[in-house]
């Protein structure tokens, strides 16, 4: 028998990087299973359309999560419109495939900026309500990359995945007397837009084939997996890093 899925009713989530993908999807999922949804994308159009296509319980909260104020700004407005935030994935990545001898600093502190620090200031800016609040869930999107080596993505796309993993079991220490918990989730090789503009299908499959479980995951899958680590169930499991790749990396 099938066990029965999460109920987030009452709760309020923040899914940042949700235009497309895994953040898109996370923000259905949540959505789906009885929470409010504060949607952020950078386009301001984009957001508006993604909360029309939810409906209700969902709010847009666009803007580029590296640039000054932004992180706060996000929370103030969920909080404004929801009262609460109970749930942060941080899920807005920049992953770009540039080789460690043609990288340049611009571009290693801007991924930094939007992988590493965007999450930090925000989960800064949740602390206070989810402190006051008793309760709080975040969820890291790193990614197989943060525990071993990108396949596809540069240094600094490495660097900035395993650092947040840091960042994760830093903040979980300090914060589980507060009834919040911080958890990392992993992918590995996940069939999403992003993943079939960095490789071509014939090297995808060639990867896959290789894997214990020989295809690429699903944004579902991953989607799943994180809403587990949002849900009451998972209220004495903190600081971890959850692998999801197929077995291409067991440890």
């Known amino acids: 028998m099938a066990e029965a899925a999460p109920s987030f009713a ?18 259905q999922r949540l959505h789906e299973l009885g929470a409010s949804v504060a949607v952020n994308v950078r386009d301001s159009a984009r957001a508006e359309a993604i909360v029309a296509s939810l409906g209700d319980r969902a709010l847009a909260v666009p803007g580029d999560v590296a640039s000054d104020g932004v992180p ?10 929801f009262g609460r935030l109970d749930i942060l994935v941080n899920n807005a990545a920049v992953a770009r495939s540039t080789r460690f001898a043609e990288l340049t600093a611009d571009e290693w502190r801007q991924t930094l900026e939007v992988n ?46 395993t650092g947040l993993l840091g960042l994760t079991r830093a903040a979980a220490k ?15 090789m996940i069939d999403t837009e992003l993943t079939h503009e960095y490789a071509s299908d014939e090297l995808l499959n060639k ?32 600081g971890a890093s ?3 790749n197929g077995g291409d990396l067991m440890m």
């Open 10 to 27: 009452g709760r309020v989530a923040v899914v940042t990087g949700a235009a497309r993908g895994l953040g898109l999807d996370a923000a």
């Open 72 to 81: 706060a700004a996000i929370v103030r407005a969920t909080l404004k419109r």
């Open 116 to 161: 590493l620090t965007a999450p930090f200031l925000l989960m800064q800016a949740a602390l206070p309500t989810m402190k006051a609040q008793g309760y709080g869930r975040v969820i890291n999107v790193s990614s197989s990359a943060g525990r071993m080596v990108s396949t596809l993505g540069g240094a600094h796309y490495t660097a900035s995945k």
């Open 174 to 188: 300090e914060l589980g007397a507060f009834g919040i918990t911080v958890n990392a989730v992993c992918p590995g």
């Open 207 to 238: 990867l896959a084939a290789g894997y214990p479980i020989p295809r690429l995951g699903t944004a579902r899958e991953v989607s799943d997996l994180i809403c587990f680590a949002a849900s009451e169930a998972a209220g004495y499991i903190t």
């Open 242 to 244: 959850f692998d999801i």
